[in-house]
């Protein structure tokens, strides 16, 4: 049983009456820099239900790291809106441990999901252009930076495949072949995988990487506007 498994099972013992429903999405553990959720919906968000659950999930955060959402049932219902992309996830892999299945109830409309994919494909464009401005960063910690937006970035490519193309849950190699026909190279990800993980990354070919991706991310952005 994985540590957020466990941390369902315990929080569903100490939520009682509170507690509607527990959803595990995302992987099953930490590896890969992913982080294994919990989306726990509660009748009523209040102190008392806070503070129950806030020492499991410590303990839980010691062995291994766990997300958590807390929702009420209605936040839930009325929120596709505002989290589309995460919402999406949860709806396509989320399964419900405990208490009523929401997942189905779940609706994230085209028009949400290309609005919020635009937009965090534009705010990674700028973060990326302010960094490089602003901050005195390492080339080590310039390539762990890349590392975290290519994971943000593939999420938002699956969206667009999904929208432009009518293709669900692509595989790499699937995805691949998209972007490849949208004139975006996803294989520059691999080069930047390797760049993260060396201790001391050469500093002309990180910043090389730094504008090539930076210049993914805006044709990624530049094709979610014209959707």
Known sequence: MTTRQKLADELNDILMGEMVSIVEYGPP???GGLTPSLLIVLETVSADSLDLMRKPIINALKKDAVGVMTLTEKEL???????PIKFRSIKKSGRTLHGKDLITK???????LRLRCEQELK?????????YLQAIISPKQKASLLSSASRSLVQNLL????????????SQEELESITRDWDVDIGLLERIRVLSVQEKPNELE???????FRAMVDKAAEIADEL
């Open 29 to 31: 553990s930490s590896e």
């Open 106 to 112: 779940m609706h994230v409309s085209d028009s949400h």
């Open 159 to 170: 969206v667009l495949a999904e929208l432009k193309e009518g293709k669900t849950n692509a």
């Open 77 to 83: 219902l009325s929120s596709a809106d505002v989290f």
């Open 123 to 131: 705010n990674l464009s700028l973060r990326l252009r302010q960094k």
């Open 206 to 212: 990180v910043d090389s990487l730094y504008h090539e």
